[in-house]
C-alpha cells in the first residue's frame, strides 16, 4: 500500500501558484519524500526530492515541516504545460529493498 | 538529471508470443531496478525490484513465470513478457535508482492483439 494521500485533483489558471500537499503519517525517520510529474503515455519525470525543512530548484519548492508528516509542492506561476499527474512517494522498506509504491496521484489541471 | 531509457517505445504482437523489453541506465549505474505497469487513467503499479547478478523479487499476484526479469548488468534490465495475452497491453515502465534518486524510463507500450 501506498504511504501517501494526496487530492485526487486539482484545478488552476495559467500564472498562478499551485500547492499540492500530500500527507504521509507513517514516514519512516530514513524516508526521504520525491515528487513525481507524469503526462499521458511518459515515464514519471523528477521533479524534486527532501528530507526536511524547505528545498528549492528550478522548478519548484518543497516544504517539509518538522514533524515530516506532510509535504507541500509549489510550482511557481503555473503553465498549460504543467497540467499533468504529480505524484508524491515516501520510499518502503520490504524485504531489506528500497521500494517507491504510487499512490493514486494528484491531477492538475491549469485553465487559461 | 540521469538517463533512463527503454526499448522499444512501443510493441504490437500477436497473442502467445514472447515480447522482451529493455531498460537501461545511461549515465549512472544502478545497483537496483524496478518495473511498473500502468493501465490507462490508473497510478503505477509495482511489478518486481531487481538486483544486479540476483534473482528479481515480484510484488504480490504478478506472475514470475510470465513477467521474465533479468539484471545483467549494473546498466541493464529487461523485462520479457512471455505468452502475451490481450490483458498483458499496458504501459510497462522501468526505474532504476542512483543513490537516493530513483529516476524513471519512458515507457514501453505494449499492445497483444
Known amino acids: 500500500l501506498a504511504k501517501t494521500t494526496q487530492p485526487i485533483s486539482m484545478d488552476s489558471y495559467e500564472g498562478q501558484e499551485v500547492n499540492i500537499t500530500c500527507s504521509h503519517n507513517n514516514i519512516a525517520t530514513n524516508d526521504y519524500i520525491t515528487w513525481y510529474q507524469q503526462f499521458p503515455s511518459q515515464g514519471p519525470r523528477f521533479i524534486i526530492q527532501g528530507y526536511k525543512t524547505k528545498v528549492t530548484n528550478e522548478v519548484a519548492s518543497l516544504f517539509i515541516p518538522a514533524d515530516r508528516k506532510s509535504s507541500t509542492l509549489s510550482l511557481p506561476r503555473v503553465s498549460l504545460s504543467d497540467t499533468a499527474v504529480y505524484y508524491c512517494?515516501?520510499?518502503?522498506?520490504?524485504?531489506?529493498?528500497?521500494?517507491?509504491?504510487f499512490g493514486s496521484g494528484t491531477r492538475l489541471l491549469v485553465r487559461p | 538529471g540521469a538517463v533512463v531509457s527503454q526499448h522499444p517505445s512501443w510493441v504490437i504482437c500477436k497473442s502467445g508470443t514472447s515480447v522482451k523489453i529493455e531498460c537501461r541506465s545511461l549515465d549512472f549505474q544502478a545497483t537496483t531496478m524496478f518495473w511498473y505497469r500502468q493501465f490507462p487513467k490508473q497510478s503505477l503499479m509495482l511489478m518486481a525490484t531487481?538486483?544486479?547478478?540476483?534473482?528479481?523479487?515480484?510484488e504480490q499476484g504478478v506472475e514470475k513465470d510470465k513477467f521474465l526479469i533479468n539484471h545483467a548488468s549494473l546498466t541493464l534490465s529487461t523485462l520479457t513478457v512471455t505468452s502475451a495475452h490481450p490483458e498483458d497491453s499496458s504501459f510497462y515502465i522501468c526505474?532504476?535508482?542512483?543513490?537516493?534518486?530513483?529516476?524513471f524510463g519512458p515507457g514501453t507500450r505494449l499492445t497483444v492483439t
Open positions: 512517494l515516501v520510499g518502503d522498506w520490504v524485504d531489506s529493498s528500497y521500494k517507491l509504491i
Open positions: 531487481s538486483n544486479e547478478g540476483s534473482k528479481a523479487t515480484y
Open positions: 526505474s532504476a535508482r542512483g543513490g537516493s534518486e530513483q529516476y
